[in-house]
Nanobody, 124 residues
Framework: QVQLVESGGGLVQAGGSLRLSCAAS????????MGWFRQAPGKEREFVAG?????????DYGDPVKGRFTISRDNAKNTVYLQMNSLKPEDTSDYYCAARLTTYSKSSRAYDYWGQGTQVTVSS
């Protein structure tokens, strides 16, 4: 079992930055790939970023956030981060972290564990 707790959401002006954190329970964090997804009201859950489970973890990003967002992980702290720069009003959403073994996936259905979400609002 893995429990995930997100934090760091809030209200920010367009062009600003936020860093989301996702703290994971358990001793086997290094075995899990982590993903960030977002879901706005009335829209489907969207892949934002993913990072694989290895020390030299591979990463990938959804097209809308490439070049602006960075995912990273600190295995010593059992935490994955999402640094969000140059935020836009269209980034407004609830953000969720998720975990699955080994390799990240762009499909939300591939993940076994989810956090409760943190809200990000970007004002214009």
């Amino acid at each position: 079992q893995v429990q995930l707790v997100e934090s760091g959401g809030g209200l920010v002006q367009a062009g600003g930055s936020l860093r989301l954190s996702c703290a994971a329970s358990g001793r086997t964090f290094t075995r899990y790939a982590m993903g960030w997804f977002r879901q706005a009201p009335g829209k489907e859950r969207e892949f934002v970023a993913g990072i694989s489970s290895w020390t030299d973890a591979g990463t990938d990003y959804g097209d809308p956030v490439k070049g602006r967002f960075t995912i990273s992980r600190d295995n010593a702290k059992n935490t994955v981060y999402l640094q969000m720069n140059s935020l836009k009003p269209e980034d407004t959403s609830d953000y969720y972290c998720a975990a699955r073994l080994t390799t990240y996936s762009k499909s939300s259905r591939a993940y076994d564990y989810w956090g409760q979400g943190t809200q990000v609002t970007v004002s214009s």
